[in-house]
Structure formats: structure tokens, C-alpha cells
């Protein structure tokens, strides 16, 4: 099954305690995107990836890394995470040649940061 | 640049009555522009899209949406809300190949009985 999957669902963490969340795709995508949600701010981008060893910032990028070693791989990490980026968290991915390639998302990742 | 706007966040119909939802954009090249559904506890899922064309597109779930040039606007409708229809749904536009996808805020859609 064609799919984006996130780890892990839910996560309580405390401040300044390094985190990873994973994402892996099974499409073939090029492009891979994490976004956040947060409530009346819909969805920001936080970074992209065009394709292995690609990677670019979006809308809020600070307080975040990532990385694209593999194609089907894009994790998030946060080196020193802080209350303010208690946020739901998606990854998304596409085909980057098609750009009417819609985004295939992932369940999303529930962080908490106490 | 390009932007989406989605007026007002939260939107309530009766079981079997017409759903319209809003979404106005802003490009300055012809866009491609997208209807994404939320369920509760699930990721984004693509409801329907509009490349060229058809300016009416039909998607997942009874969904359609008309692209109106003149008003930038591609509003989401459907003739008969069902409470599986309850959910967020986001606007998104793209203007190419480079550029980024571009969501609204959203709008939850609740179905009373």
C-alpha cells in the first residue's frame, strides 16, 4: 500500500531533550515536506526536500533540522526542543517533476513539550 | 507571491443540506489549486484538484469545486451533507513547478443531525 508513515503518533518530551521524529515513504516521491499545525494557523511549512541531499527551509524553520540521505527517508529533528513547538507535526510527500502532484500526507505526530 | 484565503473557521449545515465552503486565492500566474479533507486523528487526504481545463472538477465523496477565474475564487461544495462529511478542510494553491504548496487555515466543517 502507497503510503507515508510517521513515527512516532504521539510524543511528550521535556525541554532541551533531543528528538527525532521519522518519515518514510514507500512512493518514490523527490519532494518531501514537514509541516506543523497548529490551531487558527493552518499548516506552515517547515522544511523540504527537492530530493536526496536536497533540502531547503520553508515558513518556520528555526529550531529544526532535517535530513535526506535516502530517497524515502526525510526525518525531523529537534536538537533542543522548547514548549513553543508543542505542535502536530506532518510529513508529506510528491512527485516533484508533476508539480499538479497532489501531497500524500502522513497520520501526523502529536509533540508535546513540557 | 501567492496566498490563499479561507473566510471564517468553522462552518455548520444540517444532514442533507448544501455544503459551501469558501476559498478565494491570489497569483499572479494560472495556479493549480487543491481541496484537502482532515479527519479527526488523521493526516491530509486530497479531495480534488484543479490543473486546466474543466473549470468544474468532481472529486472523492459526493465534492466538486469550480475554478472562477474573474473572482479568484474555487469554492468547495456539495449537494447534501452526510455526518461523515464532518472534518477540516484546507485550500491549497500551487503556481509551479519551483514553488511551494500554499494552504489556508482551514475550515471544520460540522453536520448536525
Known amino acids: 500500500e502507497a503510503q507515508v508513515t510517521q513515527n512516532p503518533r504521539y510524543l511528550i518530551t521535556v525541554t532541551g531533550k533531543k528528538l527525532t521524529v521519522t518519515c518514510s515513504q514507500n512512493m518514490n516521491h523527490e519532494y518531501m515536506s514537514w509541516y506543523r499545525q497548529d490551531p487558527g494557523l493552518g499548516l506552515r511549512q517547515i522544511y523540504y526536500?527537492?530530493?536526496?541531499?536536497?533540502?531547503d527551509k520553508g515558513d518556520v524553520p528555526e529550531g529544526y533540522k532535517v535530513s535526506r540521505k535516502e530517497k524515502r527517508n526525510f526525518p525531523l529533528i529537534l536538537e533542543s526542543p522548547s514548549p513553543n513547538q508543542t505542535s502536530l507535526y506532518f510529513c508529506a510527500s510528491s512527485f516533484q517533476l508533476d508539480y499538479s502532484s497532489p501531497l500524500h500526507f502522513g497520520n501526523g505526530t502529536r509533540l508535546t513539550v513540557t | 507571491a501567492q496566498s490563499v484565503t479561507q473566510l471564517g473557521s468553522h462552518v455548520s449545515v444540517s444532514e442533507g443540506a448544501l455544503v459551501l465552503l469558501r476559498c478565494n486565492y491570489s497569483?499572479?500566474?494560472?495556479?493549480?489549486l487543491f481541496w484537502y479533507v482532515q479527519y479527526p486523528n488523521q493526516g491530509l487526504q486530497l479531495l480534488l484538484k484543479y490543473t486546466t481545463g474543466a473549470t468544474l472538477v468532481k472529486g472523492i465523496n459526493g465534492f466538486e469545486a469550480e475554478f472562477k477565474k474573474s473572482e479568484t475564487s474555487f469554492h468547495l461544495t456539495k449537494p447534501s451533507a452526510h455526518m461523515s462529511d464532518a472534518a477540516e478542510y484546507f485550500c491549497a494553491v500551487r503556481t509551479g513547478a519551483n514553488s511551494k504548496l500554499t494552504f489556508g487555515k482551514g475550515i471544520t466543517l460540522s453536520v448536525r443531525p
Open positions: 497569483s499572479s500566474v494560472p495556479p493549480y
Open positions: 526536500s527537492m530530493n536526496v541531499e536536497v533540502t
